[in-house]
């Protein structure tokens, strides 16, 4: 069975946030908008996004870095989402395994919001039901687009590279082949959801840092470290300028 995904590279990911205003712009004028947005400028904001990037510094100074981490929903083969759902409104599609809420049949009742470990869903406040990634279902099957456009609009926008689409059951795939050969791995696997979607690890690096490298020499608050100019004998500008 058909099982198409994201895989994304966190080893690439600049955290340029191409991503999450491309899936808003694509998603807001198609079958999956409108993504409302209130008071985007207030005190307390809100807004449906489809796929966000988390930023986090780990380590300890100065051996630090910062992590970057892109998050949408997984399309979970065994998605938690669907058998809370009391009236069918979420559902997993049989032929390509994308996880998907029909509209007309959701009352915002957010269980399925509940029963995502991955926070992935996010309750429209103006419409009152749940909306989550849909891969872009309406684009990647698109036949009036060319085949290098039917491609998820994160994945189009990202100008690293850092986001892969295709079927993880096909061994010959992309996908398939970045998760075998980078060690891809899911997010969370202990909640036995097995989610479609995966990540490419950083890949670790080792830097030597002394301690003389953490001081500038060209430091202005250290002026007794400053060497005293030698007195010029050319002609200035206040010598040869009458104002």
Excluded at 4 to 23: E, K, R
Excluded at 146 to 171: M, N, Q, W, Y
Excluded at 182 to 196: C, N, V
């Amino acid at each position: 069975m058909t099982q198409l995904a994201l895989v994304i590279d966190l080893n690439t990911c600049v955290g340029c946030h191409a991503c999450v205003t491309s899936c808003k712009e694509w998603n807001t004028s198609g079958e999956a908008g409108p993504l409302v947005d209130r008071n985007p400028y207030a005190a307390e904001p809100t807004g449906t996004f489809f796929n966000r990037v988390q930023t986090f510094e780990v380590g300890e100074f100065p051996d630090t870095q910062t992590i970057h981490f892109p998050k949408s929903c997984l399309h979970c083969e065994d998605p938690p989402c669907v058998p809370v759902c009391p009236t069918g409104a979420s559902y997993k599609r049989p032929q390509d395994g994308i996880v998907l809420v029909d509209y007309d049949k959701c009352i915002g009742c957010e269980y399925c919001s509940w029963a995502c470990p991955y926070g992935a869903r996010e309750i429209d406040e103006k419409q009152k039901v749940m909306k989550k990634c849909t891969l872009c279902v309406d684009r990647i099957y698109d036949e009036s687009l060319s085949e290098a456009d039917r491609k998820p609009a994160c994945v189009l926008s990202c100008p690293t590279s850092s986001r892969i689409f295709g079927d993880i059951h096909d061994p010959n795939s992309e996908v398939s082949q970045a998760i075998t050969e980078a060690g891809g791995y899911q997010l969370m696997p202990e909640w036995g959801t097995d989610p479609a979607n995966h990540y490419l690890p950083r890949r670790k690096t080792r830097i030597t840092i002394h301690e003389e490298d953490l001081i500038r020499v060209d430091n202005p608050l250290k002026k007794e470290d400053r060497q005293q100019r030698a007195p010029t004998t050319r002609t200035t500008l206040d010598d040869s300028t009458s104002w």
